[in-house]
């Protein structure tokens, strides 16, 4: 069964940057979507910014020109590049293999905590 791992998460200061990464271990090629959401303390899980196998790109308007998705070579991995970061950014970042409304599979989530 495919696994989705997340890396790369941690603490950085405002304005700063952090790329995440997941990594899939079994077949996830089912699956023409990737994506990556956040759930910010009592806030409900949002979409960031989603990738699909031909390359299409969608973001969330409050990361918009200072995040970049992106999707490796062999296709079983993901990146999230984030600069400009803001406190608003803080959250616990997931990576899903799936559409935007699907169940779809998800990792089991990074912190990602941007200082003020």
């Known amino acids: 069964q495919a696994q989705l791992l997340e890396s790369g998460g941690g603490l950085v200061q405002t304005g700063g940057s952090l790329r995440l990464s997941c990594v899939a271990s079994?077949?996830?090629?089912?699956?023409?979507?990737m994506g990556w959401y956040r759930q910010a303390p009592g806030k409900q899980r949002e979409m960031v910014a989603l990738?699909?196998?031909?390359?299409?790109?969608k973001y969330t308007d409050s990361v918009k020109g200072r995040t970049t998705i992106s999707r490796g070579n062999a296709r079983n991995t993901v990146y999230l590049q984030m600069n400009s970061l803001e406190p608003e950014d803080t959250g616990v970042y997931y990576c899903?293999?799936?559409?935007?409304?699907?169940?779809?599979?998800w990792g089991q989530g990074i912190q990602v905590t941007v200082s003020s």
């Open positions: 899903k293999a799936g559409s935007e409304f699907s169940t779809g599979l």
């Open positions: 990738i699909t196998s031909g390359g299409s790109t």
């Open positions: 079994g077949s996830i090629f089912r699956f023409e979507t």
